[in-house]
């Protein structure tokens, strides 16, 4: 079962920021927290990943709050090809797989 | 990143009737999994392909029913056998890389069985 909790769905306008939350409580201290999505009809593609400390790349910014309980996505400026169903996954490793929960499915608005 | 082609990438097929799946990876990987997806569902995870030995099998998935190969560190099958509507899902191969630890998707095979 996916160790995760996500909101179902959120909104956004095109040219905000994005903030998607995800909730993993339960997560243990040698697991990172990724993040993919998946826009429709295709493969989940990677965005970004974390241990403890938080990451930008040129897709996101990945804030994961200090006791590790949570995380938040950050798209600094949405565009309507963002729109897409978001996954938060925890994983130990590279060696092990990725369960994945029910995701958030992002749309962004003109 | 590494790449991965799955092919077929959608087929309609019979009642019955069996189909197997390809991926290729474009440079070796660690582990490579097979997830399905059914219709407005999430990503559920099939089984572990491992190389030179039986694949490990998720709980609700077996051996019978979605026979898995892996003879190589790039390459990859798997077959919906006695195939029934219910298995009509998107499949999905991924790869990890040794190089990162990302796991990498192919774009999928959607399968409509009539």
């Not at chain 1, 994005?18 to 295709?42: F, M």
């Not at chain 1, 990945?62 to 565009?79: M, N, V």
């Not at chain 2, 560190?73 to 509507?85: I, R, Y």
Request: charged share 15%; with cysteine; proline share 5%.
């Amino acid at each position: 079962d996916a160790k995760t909790t996500q909101p179902p769905s959120m909104d956004c306008a095109e040219g905000r920021a994005a903030n998607l939350p995800c909730n993993h409580s339960t997560i243990s201290g040698n697991e990172y927290v990724y993040w993919y999505r998946q826009i429709h009809s295709q493969g989940p593609q990677y965005i970004i990943h974390g241990l403890k400390n938080n990451e930008t790349n040129e897709m996101a910014s990945l804030i994961i709050t200090e006791d590790r309980k949570s995380s938040t996505l950050i798209l600094p400026h949405a565009t309507l090809r963002d729109t897409a169903v978001y996954y938060c996954i925890v994983r130990v490793d590279n060696n092990n797989d990725m369960r994945f929960g029910a995701g958030t499915r992002l749309t962004v608005k003109p | 990143s590494a790449v991965i082609s799955q092919k077929p990438s959608r087929d309609i097929c019979q009642r019955g009737t069996s189909l197997t799946i390809q991926c290729q990876v474009d440079s070796q990987v660690t582990m490579m999994f097979w997830y399905r997806q059914q219709p407005g569902q999430s990503l559920t995870l099939i089984a572990t392909a491992n190389q030179g030995s039986e694949a490990t099998y998720e709980s609700g998935f077996v051996i019978d029913k979605f026979p898995i190969s892996r003879p190589n560190l790039t390459f990859s099958t798997l077959t919906v056998s006695n195939m029934s509507p219910e298995d009509s899902s998107i499949y999905l191969c991924s790869a990890t890389s040794p190089v990162n630890e990302k796991l990498f998707f192919g774009s999928g095979t959607q399968l409509s069985v009539l």
